[in-house]
């Protein structure tokens, strides 16, 4: 947070440097100036310095901030127009401290020479307050075109994305800290510019069908700045007072527009949250103040910032944003879309293996048929090559287009109706493929024919992992090789059942014995439509899309 612009009735300033470090100066018509050469700048920069908690020190050449960003940025614009410190008797003796609803900070501050009430906060609220107003020629009472003129340089600031504060003070010889009659001194222009990547991710919210709305103490003008500045696209704003004046009704259809949200309150935002759950939507609530602590804790999602929360904020919220980066919200999102696939993935596949299983155990069963698969046989089918692959199959990365699906709805299903359908049809295949195998080559020998069958429905479960790598998308589009965790687990799982068929060993552990070119063509055979079909079915799928 940075002051960039100071301006009073008399002139404008520009302000140079960035950030707590008091390296930079203030000027005016191109000459540089400090608090000694302006008494108006002096008062101004005097009630930014004294209406304040925040506090610089030097730390190893760098300049930290204790206390709030916004009141860190003008200690240092006191610093840097040389604005007179405090000394040993100099104190605060009172204080009404900022709030939402009132919009402004009042210290009744006392030094050597003075005692003055010193007001800081939003324009309107302060020119609201004050009745005279402090120019170069001294105290004059403030008229209707001192504040039309207030007013626009208000604006003008505002409109080009600047958080825009007042200040004003008034002598206070009786020691009261009354916040009326007071003598407006100036406004300061603040910028906190987004960081470069939010833009982005704005963008990249609303392809995934997520909607960013802004909710802020600063004025419409600065919102709206700041919106299109971050691309965000808003059809109208309410403030705070309008919100109070409307009926639950309206605020439900305001906000099935782009609306941004101003001058708001803690209930306020909390009123907001409440409504658009109350349309089904998952709301995620972003904060960091003690303001923002009600909504935080009655949003879906509570995201407090890491970095610059308050306590309360991060204890009402679920989770900490410890960037403070929209961004990161936006890559979790991603992030956990790619676990709920992935997780959809895994549970499929594992159930489609196990299907086949049980459907050609069941039916050799009901036919009265000798043992398809040996109970050490089944143990190695789950517990040595499925369950290798299976995790596997839960590291595959995000899909191409996974940020540009909507969100998936509340209710929805692990399995749900396709997963089932699959799961059927998959495992009648596989369960359909080893019993006709089994029995085609049981005259040959049964332990050939059960060692074919076994290693059949191996490469079936092996096969069939290509089909869940994506539930939407053809292997082309996720990339046949960018799961190197899944090809070694498949090198591993499809070695080990070799050695299961040929290692003397293994055969003697598994009862299997060794099979020929003639075996493994058939097993191939059946092996291919698990890998073609599915691939086939999600590129005509695809195509019918894009048309």
């Known amino acids: 947070m940075t002051v960039t612009a100071v301006w009073t009735l008399d002139k404008a300033y520009k302000v140079t440097g960035t950030g707590y470090d008091p390296a930079g100066h203030i000027e005016a018509d191109g000459q540089r100036l400090r608090a000694v050469d302006d008494p108006v700048l002096a008062a101004l920069l005097q009630t930014g310095l004294y209406c304040s908690h925040a506090r610089l020190h030097e730390d190893g050449g760098q300049w930290k901030l204790i206390g709030e960003p916004t009141e860190g940025a003008l200690v240092t614009l006191a610093y840097k127009g040389w604005c007179e410190l405090p000394d040993e008797h100099s104190s605060l003796l009172a204080e009404i401290p900022f709030s939402s609803s009132r919009k402004c900070m009042s210290v009744l501050y006392q030094s050597a020479t003075e005692r003055a009430v010193l007001t800081k906060g939003a324009p309107e609220q302060v020119l609201k307050l004050s009745s005279h107003a402090l120019t170069s020629d001294g105290v004059r009472t403030l008229t209707q075109s001192d504040r039309d003129a207030i ?103 305001d906000l099935m527009q782009d609306v941004l949200f101003a001058r708001t309150k803690p209930e306020q935002k909390m009123r907001i949250v409440s409504a658009m759950q109350a349309q089904g939507q998952i709301v995620a609530m972003t904060g960091d103040g003690v303001n923002d602590a009600p909504a935080l804790k009655q949003a879906d999602i509570g995201i407090s910032m890491g970095m610059r929360g308050t306590d309360v904020a991060r204890d009402a919220s679920d989770l900490i944003l410890l960037d403070d980066n929209f961004a990161t919200i936006v890559q979790a999102i991603g992030e956990g879309r790619r676990q709920f696939a992935n997780v959809q993935k895994f549970v499929r596949y594992l159930l489609s293996s196990n299907a086949g299983e049980v459907v050609a155990l069941v039916l050799n069963i009901a036919i009265g048929g000798p043992l398809i698969f040996l109970a050490t046989q089944i143990l190695w089918m789950n517990l040595v090559t499925d369950g290798v692959t299976a995790v596997a199959l839960g590291l595959e990365k995000s ?66 992992v290509f089909a869940f790598r994506s539930l939407r998308l053809p292997g082309w589009r996720i990339g046949w090789f960018s799961n190197p965790f899944l090809l070694a687990a498949l090198a591993v799982t499809l070695g080990a059942q070799v050695l299961a068929v040929y290692w003397p060993p293994l055969q003697v552990l598994l009862h299997t014995t060794a099979i020929g070119a003639t075996e493994w063509q058939l097993i191939l055979a059946f092996a291919l439509p698990i890998l073609v079909v599915p691939e086939i079915l999600k590129a005509v799928r695809l195509a019918f899309q894009r048309t």
């Open 151 to 253: 007013t626009s340089a208000y604006v003008q600031m505002a409109s080009s994305g600047l958080r825009v504060i007042a200040m004003a003070r008034k002598d206070a010889d009786d020691g009261q800290l009354n916040e009326d009659n007071l003598t407006f001194v100036g406004i300061v222009g603040l910028i906190d510019p987004p960081r470069p990547e939010v833009r982005d991710a704005i963008t990249l919210a609303h392809d995934a069908g997520i909607r960013v709305i802004m909710i802020t103490g600063d004025s419409p003008v600065t919102a709206r700045a700041i919106a299109d500045r971050l691309s965000l696209h808003v059809s109208k704003d309410l403030t705070g007072q309008q919100l109070d004046e409307m009926d639950d009704d309206t605020l439900a259809q």
């Open 399 to 464: 899909e191409p287009d996974q940020m540009q699906q909507p969100p998936r709805k509340k209710e929805t299903a692990i399995l749900g109706v396709s997963g089932v359908v699959t799961i059927i049809l998959l495992g009648t295949y596989t369960g359909l493929s080893s019993l006709w195998i089994f029995f085609q080559l049981i005259d040959q020998g049964v332990e050939l024919a059960r060692t074919t069958a076994f290693t059949a429905m191996v490469v079936f479960e092996k096969v069939s």
